[in-house]
C-alpha cells in the first residue's frame, strides 16, 4: 500500500511509450507470478532478515549461483558467482555466507553494514555498481533492519 501511494503522489508526465515489450510473458523460468509474500515474524531477527534479504531487497537473487535457464543453485545459497556486466567488465557477486575462508564469517557487523550502506568492502575497495548503486537505497535502512540482516546472513550455513 505505500508503494501504490507512492506512485499515486508522482507527477503526472505526458509521455506516449510506443514500443512494446517481447517478452513471452509470463516469464515461465521464475515460476508463476508471486500472489503474495506472509509478514515475517515480528520476534525472529533471522527470519525477518530473510525477508529483507529475499523478496525486498534480492540479496539471495544475486549471490546464489547460476543455473542454465535463469534458475539459481538454492542448495548453495549466498555462495555467489552470478556475473554482472558493469561499465569497464564485469563484476561477480560475492559469497556472503559465513564460510570463513571465502564469505564474510570474519567480517564484523560494521564492515558489513558500510557495505550496504556505502558500497565498500572489507578491505577498503569501493564495489561495482550493482552493488554499489544501491547504497544510497540501503543507507536508509533501520539500525533494526541493519541488525537482522547481518543476523541473517551470519545463518547462512558456509558454502566453501
Ligand atoms: C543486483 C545484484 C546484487 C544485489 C541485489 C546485491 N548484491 Fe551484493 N554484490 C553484488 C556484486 C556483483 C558484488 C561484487 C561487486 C564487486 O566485486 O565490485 C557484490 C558484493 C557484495 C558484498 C561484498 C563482498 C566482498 O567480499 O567484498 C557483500 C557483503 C554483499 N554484496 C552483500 C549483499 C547484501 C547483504 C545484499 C542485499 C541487501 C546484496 N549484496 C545485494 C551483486 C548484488
Known amino acids: 500500500m505505500a508503494m501504490v501511494a507512492y506512485l499515486r503522489a508522482v507527477l503526472p508526465v505526458e509521455h506516449a511509450?510506443?514500443?512494446?515489450?517481447?517478452?513471452?510473458f509470463p516469464l515461465t523460468p521464475y515460476g508463476p507470478p508471486v500472489a503474495g509474500v506472509p509478514d515475517p515474524p515480528d520476534d525472529d531477527p533471522v527470519a525477518r532478515g530473510a525477508y529483507l534479504a529475499?523478496?525486498?531487497?534480492?540479496?539471495i537473487d544475486c549471490h546464489t549461483p547460476p543455473l542454465p535457464g535463469e534458475r539459481r543453485d538454492w542448495s548453495?545459497?549466498?555462495?555467489?558467482?552470478?556475473p554482472f556486466?558493469?561499465?569497464?567488465?564485469v563484476a561477480v557477486s560475492r559469497n556472503i555466507t559465513?564460510?570463513?575462508?571465502?564469505?564474510?564469517?570474519?567480517w564484523t557487523d560494521e564492515q558489513i553494514i558500510r557495505v550496504l550502506?556505502?558500497?565498500?568492502?572489507?578491505?577498503?575497495?569501493?564495489?561495482a555498481p550493482p552493488m554499489s548503486g544501491r547504497a544510497s537505497i540501503w543507507a536508509q535502512l533501520t539500525e533494526r533492519d541493519e541488525?537482522?540482516?547481518v543476523a541473517y546472513l551470519r545463518s547462512l550455513p558456509p558454502q566453501e
Not at 514500443?19 to 513471452?24: A, D, F, G, L
Not at 548453495?76 to 552470478?82: L, T
Not at 550502506?117 to 564495489?127: C, E, F, M, N, W
Open 54 to 59: 529475499g523478496p525486498l531487497a534480492h540479496c
Open 117 to 127: 550502506t556505502q558500497g565498500i568492502s572489507a578491505d577498503g575497495r569501493r564495489l
Open 98 to 106: 559465513s564460510s570463513k575462508e571465502y564469505g564474510i564469517k570474519d
Open 85 to 89: 556486466e558493469v561499465p569497464g567488465g
Open 76 to 82: 548453495r545459497i549466498g555462495a555467489g558467482g552470478v
Open 17 to 24: 511509450v510506443t514500443e512494446r515489450s517481447t517478452y513471452p
Open 147 to 149: 541488525h537482522d540482516l
